[in-house]
């Protein structure tokens, strides 16, 4: 799969790895190296791990589901209305649960993290206009937002 291939590319640049010796292990040209790392660099989120890739692996049993969990959580969701935007990452979320990839527990995991985050956000620029929020109303608006998520799952 060529995204694997980039990533691994860019991986091993990162660590020290000539472009030479990466395309040699790929099998590639160095031209082609240095063209995906430009395309890296102008397009960093190229490389990002995409909702569809982790839940296809999941799927072909290449990852575990405390695994995909994780790296959804790495990917740090954010809420997009999933009936407007049938193709967001929210979307793929919804239709990962529908079929059965993630529990209603995972689900529950994963719709609380993305509250978490939407709360935290919220409460930073509060502290910014000097209205700070009390952990007992923020703790009340992630239970709050992860059930208006869970809802549109």
Same mark, same amino acid.
């Given at each position: 799969m060529e995204? *694997? =291939?980039r990533r691994f590319?860019?991986?091993q640049v990162k660590a020290g790895c000539s472009q030479d010796v990466?395309?040699?292990a790929l099998g590639t040209s160095q031209a082609q190296?240095?063209?995906w790392l430009a395309e890296a660099v102008a397009h960093p989120r190229s490389l990002a791990v995409t909702v *569809? =890739?982790?839940i296809s692996r999941k799927l072909l049993d290449e990852i575990s589901a405390p695994d995909l969990i994780a790296q959804l959580d790495k990917a740090k969701l954010a809420y997009v209305n999933p009936d407007k935007r049938p193709n967001s990452a929210w979307a793929k979320v919804r239709d990962a649960h529908r079929r059965g990839v993630l529990s209603d527990d995972d689900t529950r995991r994963i719709?609380?993290?993305t509250a978490e985050r939407m709360v935290g956000r919220v409460n930073r620029h509060m502290e910014l206009?000097?209205?700070p929020v009390s952990d007992i109303a923020a703790e009340r608006s992630v239970n709050e937002?992860?059930?208006r998520l869970l809802r549109t799952l």
């Open positions: 995204l *694997d =291939e590319a860019v991986e990466v395309a040699e190296i240095s063209r *569809d =890739e982790l719709a609380r993290r206009e000097a209205q937002a992860t059930e």
